[in-house]
């Protein structure tokens, strides 16, 4: 059970029993303050394990260290329940030894060796936001990379309640949520590994005509032709700046590059909220320019290599949609079926093909002269097309499903770190 409070020193959210003042002690008083090694190590193929700073989400490293050079340079090493924290680059970002094996660790990190404090407490109390100011006021921000000095480190405040049965029902608390959101995150790289090799092997591959990987019941090898044979260049797009926009309301929607760029997935339903609204004075000079369910818009232009990303119209009888600043629309003269070439125009099976066209240096863009003579691989057959479109419209649901459930839960970590810590 966990009881609201209002007290003085202690949080406002507390578990139910606890009711005492929480204390305040610096991080030197609560732990013993250790940095790594200054220097960088000759690395061997296996060993002691080192860490860095990109190791700290993990704790896990793929470089490793002689036992004599460990024996050598860490009288002082992480052992199991201590803490480990960022403090050059990245600050603040903290960690818990759970091995008996000894570690090794570069100097970007700090160990906070445990001495009453539980770890699960600590490495969360390191996560709330009055820490967090302690750090950053403690850091040098001139210093490139910015970095906290280990006297320093040793100087912030942590409140923290006396009770060890309370600091381990947070830690615990913190510990199991930490826990769900890690094995949300791992389900999701999962999926999101899965989309990856099915876009790379249900797709043919430059120079084949079939994909490795295919559904049943479907064996005749697909078309290849150049984009201009099968689809066409359509309405044309327009220049309306953002000022001539708005999120809030309006008869026609506006798709620029940017709004191409930024979906995650091949299609875009015309009812999305990321799209804003052509200003009322400016609608009727667009009425003739209308997106169809279908049509393939492409960003020509990207300051990476997303130049040429596309997305496929969808659901056009919700909302009126056009295409706007740096795009170009390209509309499918077959019958074709919903979202397959979303999906194949963002595969590397076709995007291979256009990194040899991309012009610019810091901004790249490509011509629609070169994008329509670009080869395009498809099956004849709508209900294949319709099979792969509609499997990878699945996958993508599913993504964004686990998305926003990794969101909730972290929302919710956010929450408490704001209302069960002083």
């Not at 913190?174 to 999701?188: A, E, G, P, V």
């Not at 989309?195 to 092997?201: G, I, P, S, T, V």
């Not at 076709?350 to 080869?375: A, D, E, F, P």
């Amino acid at each position: 059970m966990i009881n609201v409070i209002d007290k003085r020193n202690a949080p406002e959210v507390r578990f139910d029993g606890f009711t005492d003042d929480w204390v305040v002690d610096t991080l030197g008083e609560l732990t013993d303050v250790y940095d790594g090694t200054h220097q960088t190590p000759t690395y061997t193929e296996s060993g002691i394990m080192f860490l860095s700073v990109e190791n700290i989400k993990t704790m896990t490293s793929n470089k490793f260290i002689s036992a004599e050079a460990f024996n050598n340079d860490f009288k002082v090493y992480p052992q199991k329940g201590d803490v480990l924290m960022t403090r050059i680059g990245d600050i603040g970002t903290a960690n818990i030894v759970e091995s008996d094996d000894p570690i090794a660790y570069y100097v970007s990190l700090a160990l906070l060796k445990k001495k009453t404090l539980n770890p699960y407490f600590l490495k969360s109390v390191i996560q709330t936001e009055a820490v967090w100011r302690e750090l950053w006021h403690r850091t040098l921000h001139i210093a490139f990379p910015k970095k906290i000095n280990m006297g320093e480190i040793k100087k912030v405040l942590v409140n923290y309640p006396a009770s060890e049965i309370e600091q381990t029902a947070i830690g615990n608390f913190f510990r199991d949520l930490d826990d769900t959101i890690s094995l949300k995150k791992q389900q999701h790289e999962k999926t999101l590994n899965i989309k990856k090799a099915m876009l790379e092997k249900m797709f043919p591959k430059k120079g084949a005509d079939v994909p490795e990987i295919r559904f049943d019941g479907f064996s005749e090898n697909w078309s290849i032709k150049r984009l201009d044979e099968v689809f066409v260049p359509s309405v044309p797009n327009n220049t309306l700046s953002r000022s001539e926009l708005n999120y809030e309301s309006g008869d026609i929607k506006n798709i620029h590059y940017g709004d191409v760029l930024m979906k995650f997935g091949a299609y875009l339903d015309s009812s999305d909220k990321i799209i804003p609204f052509i200003i009322n004075a400016r609608v009727q000079e667009y009425r003739s320019y209308l997106l169809k369910d279908g049509d393939i818009v492409f960003a020509d232009t990207a300051e990476d290599e997303m130049v040429g990303k596309a997305v496929e119209v969808t659901n056009t009888e919700s909302s009126n949609i056009v295409s706007g600043l740096h795009t170009y629309v390209y509309r499918p003269q077959i019958r074709t079926s919903s979202y397959f070439f979303g999906y194949y125009l963002n595969s590397q099976s076709y995007r291979g093909q256009l990194l040899s066209l991309m012009q610019g240096v810091k901004v790249l863009s490509i011509n629609r002269s070169n994008l329509s003579k670009t080869l395009i691989c498809y099956p004849d057959s709508l209900d294949e097309q319709s099979a792969i479109g509609n499997y990878f419209r699945s996958l993508d649901i599913l993504i964004e499903a686990e998305r926003q459930e990794i969101d909730k839960l972290q929302n919710i970590k956010n929450a408490c770190l704001s209302k069960m810590f002083v």
